[in-house]
């Protein structure tokens, strides 16, 4: 959009993209801990819960059934590093654009 007018669409800066990228900050957030998110959802043994972990834990809503599909296709290709695969669906819900804007 031209100077002085509204911009339909949001764009992150340089530095915002990096940052959610690269941040110790956020990758410590990521790490299993005690009861946090990622350790919930790497502890279900059941697909769809581990789903229900990560999108309420994050965005405090139940995820889609599309969501459910992703997270269990996800693990499932994931079955021998599913610490890391925990750690990396969280990481992407947490860059999310919902993420951004709503919480």
Do not use: C
């Not at 340089?14 to 690269?22: I, R, V």
């Not at 229900?52 to 059934?65: D, S, V």
């Amino acid at each position: 959009a031209a100077a002085g007018q509204p911009q339909g669409d949001f764009f992150s800066t340089a530095d915002q993209a990096l940052f959610t990228a690269n941040a110790g900050s956020i990758n410590s957030w990521v790490a299993p801990a005690g009861n946090n998110v990622t350790a919930r959802v790497n502890g279900q043994s059941d697909p769809r819960l581990a789903a229900e972990e990560l999108y309420l834990g994050i965005l405090t809503r139940m995820p889609t059934e599309d969501e459910v599909k992703d997270v269990t296709n996800y693990l499932a290709s994931r079955v021998t590093d599913r610490n890391v695969a925990a750690q990396e669906l969280v990481w992407a819900v947490l860059n999310s654009a919902e993420f951004r804007f709503n919480h």
